[in-house]
């Protein structure tokens, strides 16, 4: 049974910075395709950054330059650094798993869930 939960989330100050982490268990996170979605209150769910199982990753335009997605294999344990936060960064954050060498573009394709992380940036 694949499980991911995550943690880290809170709350910052506008130019703050975050880590969330995202334990797996059940799934090895170096065996398929890893990333963190994040939904804002009435909005769609975005993904934020991914990384594959050769340890390349891709971000969104949104993000780019001020978050870091990585992963410990040994402690199976995927994390987002989050730097220069912005209010419009608020928003649940989720990782999200899904077997494959490479990432696939639907969101569809992401089989495990965790329960999510709140992340608030006030200005």
């Known amino acids: 049974q694949v499980q991911l939960v995550e943690s880290g989330g809170g709350s910052v100050q506008a130019g703050g910075s975050l880590r969330l982490s995202c334990a797996a268990s059940g799934y090895t996170i170096s065996s398929g395709c890893m990333a963190w979605f994040r939904q804002a209150p009435g909005k769609g769910r975005e993904r934020v950054a991914q990384?594959?199982?050769?340890?390349?990753?891709t971000y969104a335009d949104s993000v780019k330059g001020r978050f870091t997605i990585s992963r410990d294999n040994a402690k199976n344990t995927l994390y987002l650094q989050m730097n220069s936060l912005k209010p419009e960064d608020a928003a649940m954050y989720y990782c999200?798993?899904?077997?494959?060498?490479?990432?696939?573009?639907?969101?569809?394709?992401?089989?495990?869930w965790g329960q999510g992380t709140q992340v608030t940036v006030s200005a």
């Open positions: 990384i594959n199982s050769y340890g390349s990753t």
């Open positions: 999200a798993a899904h077997y494959a060498t490479y990432c696939y573009t639907s969101i569809k394709d992401f089989n495990y």
